[in-house]
């Protein structure tokens, strides 16, 4: 008997396992690796193209197995698989027909794009394709590198002939290679507007030849993803009319690089990105999270030990992140997230509380159970406090890093938002855990606990802030106090304090809105002050005295400069009417 065709999948469909999955991997990975200093190591070591050809006849690979590359992703608990099919040095990792410039006249002589999109394939993980529209090889891609503008001319170059020679590219990959690709995630469209490589055409042309085929906004035309680089956005995307938008948020394990750096010594700790995959799925959106094999095809121990933690927390509590969506609170009073599921709220607890409590405030569902997620699923106390919900939980956390609850509900979740204003003194208090940490692509600034205590701290970027809304019962001018440290000899940064300033959006080289952070403030009432040591301890330290409107008004604290190592620690802003 003839097996039944298997039903093809509608573009929906697609969009729809992808939201569920949560959690990918992405792979840098070229003959750049070769060099050990990143994926833009031609522009950042302005390297001549006739140099960097010589790099070809040295990739040999000779450890490349993909097979391992899909068993550490599978062990992880990763869902799915980006890798970079060429990347802005225009070397192609595939067997592409219309030029040399590729993986097959290597050494290494083989398609690694499909024996990956095979290897990945029969673990049950479907591949996407990252495709740079940036080239800093083909002849006719414009504009040139700045340093190299005098070396390679751009006389004669006509961008229509690399659209053309970019779309046989695109053919090939969505033809040839199927199941794959789930996704053409797109990079190096913010140097080129999209009508002057004709985006929208290509966009059509692939969809035409993939139904199926998810496109990421990143040849700046609306489709999608929306894909934030290396940061964590404060909260979700939504559209116009305030619908959720689906997101994915891609991240280095390094400080820097996405490619191969045989130099970097800072990986980002397990605890922060299982933390970090936590926030981000409870705000709506997916982890992509990335790798940089070596030349020789392995993955550096840093990396499998990283993805290795992750695996063995995603072991016990994964059915909190795959299928889940965003949190229905818009601000929690104990530092951890919450997931949800149909009428499940999963409650993930970062910092074990000292009174061993966590409050869900305003939950207006009545509960059926709360249980923790381990073996055996033992009910856990729970009692009424007003709108508030009090859970108790055991004596000791059942992961180091985040443990998880299920809270049982009647009905889907029915939460009032959490508004901060005033306390019996008329003080407006704002703990950091309260507060929307913001920054740019290279976002460092994270919570940090002291004493059990959150605040946030790595502020090592002057893109990156803290915000918070707030409800003040009438206009007048308040002292507003910083609960911050500063260490010895660490004095001298500025730091912002801005209240109800407006973003600005950035604008990309193409004249395009960027969806990747980095927005300015503009208006509003801005001071600044500078930072003096605090002996390493957290001390209050009035800082400004700001005049609030009756009603909402937002804080915002940033650093405009930063002396030396970081710019402080903050615990708090408090607000103190002005007597």
């Known amino acids: 008997m003839a097996r039944k065709a298997k039903t093809k999948r509608t573009r929906e469909e697609t969009l729809q396992w992808f939201r569920e999955a949560r959690f990918g991997m992405f792979i840098h990975w070229g003959v750049y690796a070769l060099l050990g200093g990143g994926e833009w190591i031609r522009n950042t070591g302005r390297i001549p193209q006739e140099e960097y ?36 040095d225009g070397f192609c990792m595939f067997d592409a027909h219309n030029t040399d410039w590729k993986i097959t006249n290597t050494p290494f002589g083989r398609d690694a794009i499909a024996e990956m999109t095979t290897a990945f394939e ?27 503008e005098e070396a390679r001319p751009a006389d004669g170059a006509d961008v229509t002939r690399y659209v053309d020679y970019m779309r046989e590219h695109i053919k090939q990959l969505m033809t040839e290679y199927r199941p794959a690709p789930f996704v053409l995630w797109w990079d190096g469209g913010w140097i080129n507007k999209p009508e002057e490589l004709d985006g929208a055409g290509t966009n059509a042309l692939a969809r035409k030849l993939k139904p199926d085929i998810l496109i990421n906004d990143r040849h700046f035309t609306k489709e999608d993803l929306v894909t934030p680089e290396q940061r964590v956005p404060p909260t979700g995307y939504f559209d116009e009319e305030g619908n959720p938008q689906t997101w994915e948020a891609c991240i280095t394990m390094t400080s820097h690089w996405w490619g191969y750096d045989k130099d970097e010594t800072v990986y980002k700790t397990s605890e922060y990105l299982i933390r970090m995959l936590v926030d981000i799925v409870s705000k709506g959106g997916n982890l992509l999270l990335n790798i940089g094999p070596k030349p020789d095809g392995t993955i550096q121990k840093e990396f499998v030990k990283r993805l290795e933690d992750i695996g063995e927390w995603m072991d016990q509590f994964s059915e909190a992140i795959y299928g889940t969506t965003a949190s229905p609170f818009n601000l929690l009073p104990f530092y951890g997230r919450v997931t949800t599921r149909g009428e499940r709220l999963y409650v993930h607890v970062f910092e074990w509380p000292a009174d061993g409590t966590i409050r869900l405030p305003g939950l207006q569902n009545e509960v059926k159970r709360v249980s923790a997620v381990q073996k055996g699923r033992p009910k856990l106390d729970f009692a009424r406090e007003g709108d508030d919900l009090v859970i108790t939980l055991p004596e000791r956390p059942l992961h180091p890093v985040a443990s998880v609850f299920a809270v049982d509900l009647v009905g889907e979740p029915q939460v009032e938002p959490l508004v901060l204003g005033p306390d019996e003194d008329g003080a407006i208090q704002l703990p950091a855990v309260m507060g929307f940490l913001d920054g740019a692509h290279g976002m460092r600034i994270r919570y940090e606990s002291e004493d059990g205590i959150i605040h946030a701290g790595n502020w090592l970027k002057t893109a990156d802030s803290i915000e918070w809304t707030f409800m003040a019962p009438k206009r007048g001018d308040y002292e507003v106090w910083l609960n911050h440290r500063v260490p010895v000899g660490q004095g001298g940064s500025e730091v912002a304090v801005i209240v109800n300033g407006k973003e600005a959006p950035k604008i990309m080289p193409n004249g395009m809105i960027s969806t990747g952070g980095g927005t300015q403030v503009e208006g509003g009432q801005q ?53």
């Open 122 to 148: 029969r673990k049950g993980i479907p591949v996407g394709y990252y495709y740079s529209i940036m080239d800093w090889y083909h002849p006719d891609y414009l504009p040139r590198l700045p340093w190299e």
């Open 53 to 88: 050809d010589k790099l070809p006849p040295k990739f040999t690979a000779k450890k490349f197995d993909p097979a391992q590359w899909a068993d550490l992703a599978k062990r992880a608990g990763m869902k799915y698989m980006v890798i970079t099919t060429k990347h802005h």
């Open 527 to 579: 001071q600044v002050l500078k930072t003096a040591s605090t002996q390493g301890q957290f001390k209050r330290r009035r800082a400004a005295i700001v005049r609030l409107k009756k009603g909402e008004n937002t804080i915002k604290i940033t650093a405009p400069s930063i002396k030396r190592d970081a710019a402080l620690d903050l615990r708090s802003v408090e607000l103190r009417p002005v007597k």
